[in-house]
């Protein structure tokens, strides 16, 4: 301990023996370690937005269905209302909240246009814990119960169909037993979603949806939310064995191209931090192996008046940690700084409808967790230290009387 | 008495691309404890490298050099810079000081890396400082001291740790008269008062004619070795 009190001191005011050098090196470490974080930052806030909107769309972090619905999603694969195992597992604590839905193809026809759709019905009190569609209404009204007769659809499928709130559409589904069912609906509220699901997603009550479709009590899906999504494996494996006869998937099944993308998005974190980290390390190691060069006949010295190699190592390792730690910090002040302005959002009007076929949602919101600047932070110290052992071997590798000639 | 340097037949060679340049051709030398010697001959005479290999600071090619009667051949970069640490001081030519510690840091810098509790490591730091004259100049780092205060707070710090042996390496070279004379009577007085034992490669006729022992070196030789009585300081 008292070793490194020695060394500390030393080792700083070392650095400032070349303040220019010293500086510009911070520069590089700061801005390298900005550039990280701020990356991190941008693709976890694509890789969230993408997901949080297709999740509270109608995906949940988990669905259930019958054996078979996911391959054909048609009336034919539906499953009975849980019994009393899987409704306490879908009531046990770790699970925030679930609903049951019918949700079926369907043709929508107005009187100018016809549609293909997914006929969605939906508990509306359970949705609004569950989904954004009910907050999204922009006209009109969401559905008030399961009863609720009314529509709510798109904006944009409205515009297609060029109908409007109101105005009655006939829905055309294949009802339980084969023949095709069909009823007159009227448009009560209108959703803004964007376009993919604004054009594939009707919503009525669930009730309405099941007697359209001869379903007695039958559903098509349960969503669910947990409380941490770090439990989601558990509850899955919770609800497969209250309910072995159905599918129960998570939402990396459910929504592949969500999952891919977040999964894209770390390794593309860590492929930047390992680029920017050569770079760095490359002019972290030119300028430390320049002062050591420069300060051989100091190591020397050192030796001289009983300093161990080791001793030396650790001293010139302790100033590239210094140099690096006064820069990572500097860096994630700096990115900190930078993102502190987009704390509500950062508005991608100009690029949405590229995002919204991404599943992106409009707003990003960039973001920088204390735990991730941390992480990321000391991987760039603890590999910048790393690479600071070839200077600190090369300064206390010379015999003394040789390094004190030069 | 176990005597404090024994030298047998200690060569070192160097290489220069595919010439071989003897330094030291057979070095037989012992110094006792408590000695006041100094070595002196011609520039390339061996002075420097005689130095060097005693002090662990080079290797011989050749021969095994003792200290306090343990061989140091066989010793690791690690414990030859232990044994320094414990045994040898150093002064060196030019005043070979940390350009950014303070003439107190500097001269506790030894005492640090032995552990000495911080009071006591204070109070024989600044007693060194005061010992060459250097009391009130404490907080000035290096590059605020003239050329000869640099050269005392060297001495200052070889001391302080009270070792057995210094080594210095014509340390009045780059001293006026005056400083060159206080220089050579402290370390005298230190000599004197608490056996460190010291030799001196020096060309200055002042230091010879202080020391009790003389030794001169030639072609890497030891072409004389002599006692006296010192001159007074």
Redesign the interface.
């Known amino acids: 301990m ?2 490194l009190a ?1 060394l500390l001191p ?1 080792s700083w ?2 650095l400032w ?1 070349n303040p220019r050098r010293t500086l510009i090196t911070l520069a590089v470490v700061a801005i390298g370690t900005w550039s990280v974080l701020i990356f991190a930052a941008l693709f976890n806030a694509l890789a969230t937005g993408s997901r949080d909107t297709t999740l509270r769309l109608l995906t949940g972090h988990g669905q259930l269905h019958a054996a078979g619905y996911l391959e054909d999603p048609s009336v034919s694969h539906s499953m009975a209302r849980p019994g009393p195992a899987l409704r306490r597992a879908l009531d046990a604590q770790p699970v925030a909240g679930w609903v049951e839905r019918v949700r079926v193809p369907g043709i929508v026809q107005s009187e100018y246009r016809t549609r293909s759709v997914t006929l969605v019905g939906v508990v509306p009190q359970g949705e609004r814990a569950l989904s954004d569609v009910p907050r999204e209404v922009i006209a009109g009204r969401y559905l008030a119960d399961p009863a609720d007769p009314g529509v709510v659809m798109g904006r944009d499928l409205a515009e297609r169909l060029k109908t409007r709130i109101g105005k009655r559409v006939i829905l055309m589904v294949q009802a339980a037993d084969g023949h095709l069912a069909e009823s007159g609906l009227t448009i009560v509220g209108l959703y803004a979603a964007g376009k993919p699901a604004e054009d594939e997603f009707l919503f009525t009550g669930l009730g309405t949806a099941q007697s359209l479709l001869g379903l007695g009590e039958r559903l098509s899906e349960i969503s669910f939310l947990v409380r941490d999504e770090a439990a989601l494996t558990e509850v899955v494996a919770e609800l497969r064995r209250a309910a072995p006869g159905l599918d129960v998937a998570p939402w990396m099944e459910l929504a592949p191209l969500v999952y891919t993308i977040e999964t894209f998005g770390r390794y593309y974190t860590i492929v930047w931090l390992l680029v920017m980290f050569t770079l760095m390390a490359i002019g972290l190691v030119n300028t430390q192996l320049m002062a050591v060069f420069e300060r051989q006949r ?1 190591f ?12 030396i190592v650790l001293q010139v390792v302790l100033e590239s940690a210094l140099l690096v730690g006064v820069g990572v910090l500097a860096g994630t002040a700096l990115a900190a700084a930078t993102l502190a302005p987009f704390h509500h959002g950062l508005d991608l009007g100009f690029l949405a409808p590229g995002a919204e076929i991404m599943g992106e949602s409009r707003i990003l919101h960039p973001a920088l967790g204390a735990a991730e600047s941390v992480r990321y932070g000391a991987i760039i110290w603890l590999l910048a230290v790393g690479a600071a052992l070839w200077p600190a071997l090369s300064a206390a590798a010379a ?4 390094a ?1 000639s030069r | 008495m176990t005597p404090i340097i024994q030298c047998r037949g200690v060569e070192r060679t160097y290489t220069q691309g595919a010439v071989a340049v003897p330094a030291l051709r057979g070095v037989d030398l012992t110094i006792g404890r408590g000695d006041f010697a100094t070595l002196a001959g011609p520039s390339g005479s061996g002075k420097t490298t005689l130095l060097s290999v005693i002090g662990g600071l080079d290797r011989p090619s050749a021969g095994e050099i003792l200290i306090e009667g343990r061989s140091i051949g066989g010793l690791d970069a690690a414990q030859l810079a232990e044994l320094r640490l414990h045994k040898i001081g150093f002064v060196f030519q030019s005043y070979s000081l940390i350009p950014v510690l303070t003439a107190l840091e500097n001269v506790e810098f030894i005492l640090r890396l032995l552990g000495v509790p911080r009071a006591e490591r204070l109070a024989r730091a600044r007693e060194a400082l005061h010992q060459v004259g250097l009391a009130g100049l404490e907080d000035r780092r290096p590059a605020r001291l003239s050329g000869g205060q640099q050269q005392r707070v060297a001495v200052a710090r070889a001391l302080a740790p009270r070792p057995a042996l210094v080594l210095a390496d014509e340390p009045t070279a780059n001293l006026d008269s005056a400083n060159a004379g206080e220089l050579i009577a402290l370390m005298q007085d230190l000599n004197a008062a608490s056996g460190i034992t010291f030799l001196i490669a020096t060309h200055d006729a002042r230091v010879i004619a202080h020391s009790r022992r003389h030794i001169e070196m030639t072609d890497g030789r030891i072409t004389l070795d002599e006692s006296s009585s010192p001159a007074a300081a």
């Open positions: 008292h070793l020695l030393l005011r070392n023996r100091e020397g010295l050192l030796q001289a008046l009983g300093m161990r190699p080791r001793q015999r003394p009387a040789a004190m």
